[in-house]
């Protein structure tokens, strides 16, 4: 059944109350829902009901397109200055001796190992550490954009500019500027956590605040640059909280149309100052992902991080609203499986990736960084397949 049938059936179901039917109208004319409604959804809407919703926005805005990029990581430090509790990866305070911190070199050859290789994004997040500073990165991005000027810089966070802008005194206007023109494409979503101040003051007080993280991004849209964002469920926060940040998320959307997708990042609790708590179900990350969706009606993407919630809930998640599951990685990155995902060495192949989306009945899309398609995988044959040629070619026996 199509996903417009389902939900006119969804529609014609008279045990349906008023609210949910109500939400369940707007969407269907494509209208925006409330806070209220948001919470509302949180509260009280079934995995069902919430699926059929974000399924519906999902196919309207994408059809079946399943985004994926070849991209790899560079995390210069796992050293950080600041303390968020959530944090399994910064190893500043008790276990030093744990901690990597790259020189310039090390990180070019990071990036000198790809060439040849069909990659098209680097993302460079991780601790922020007083060398790391404007000249430091300035330079790091002007030498990988020289070696391989193709390739798309997706780099920093909020957390960074505000912290290396503020030591060189620098505006954030005046910083942004230069570190557009240093080569950085695009900004990743990290370090927007939660923005509601009661709930950020307790997991990630001293890093930059939700204001400050949605102005940065303000002033990237405004010269012209795209960036992604995040949001950190499943720990101290409620769900007005979340209705919150996805709040400010729209309104920054409707004024710049900067955004290309957004990542929700679900609590992991190994090795962090919160690993008291309980990490939520499949079911809440699948409830999440649906109103996420439902409730950013201005985002053209939904992006499920496979290594943080594993291959097979990014399969589901598509299904329930997202339409992009993230790339390669080629086990780049550690803030993860230091995290406690399942995902230890984080990488999968073209064709893993290609087969993930097409055994869930999507269509596989490569994508560079700004979702321009780079090729189409519905009927792709990978050579590994051509080489199995099945039991058609046994020989025939004549009698
Ligand atoms: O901001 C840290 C999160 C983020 C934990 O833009 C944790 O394409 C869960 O933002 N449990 C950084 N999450 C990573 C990030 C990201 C990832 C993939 C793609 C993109 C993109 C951005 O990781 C941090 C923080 O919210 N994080 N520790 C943890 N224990
Ligand atoms: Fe540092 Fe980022 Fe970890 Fe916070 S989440 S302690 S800013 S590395």
Redesign the pocket.
Known sequence: MSSTATLETLLRDPSLNKPLRDIAEKVAQQQRITPEEGVMLFEEAELAYLGILANYIREQKQGDNTYFNRNFHIEPTNLCVYT?K????SRLIKQRHEGWEYTMEDMLDIVYKYDGEPVTEV?I?GGVLPQYDVPFYVELFKKIKAHRPELHI?AL?P?EYHYIFKKAKLSYEEGMKIIAESGVDS???????IFHPEIREKIAGDKCTGEQWLRLHEIWHQLGRR??A?M?YGHIENYSHRIHHLEELRKLQDKTGGFQ?F?P??????D?E?SHLEEVSTIEDLRNYAISRIYLDNFGHI?A?WP?ISRSVAQMALSFGVDDI?GTIDDT?K??SM??SEEQNPAMSTRDLVNLIRSVGRRPLERDTLYNVIQDYTDFAFEEDKQFRGYLDLPVVNQ
């Open positions: 968020c959530f944090c399994s990866y993302h997040v997706k966070t957390v900004l990743p979503g990290g370090g927007a956590e960036s992604n995040t950190l997708t990542i990042l679900k609590f992991r609790n190994k962090n919160m992006k991080y943080m993230d990155t803030i993860y995290a406690g």
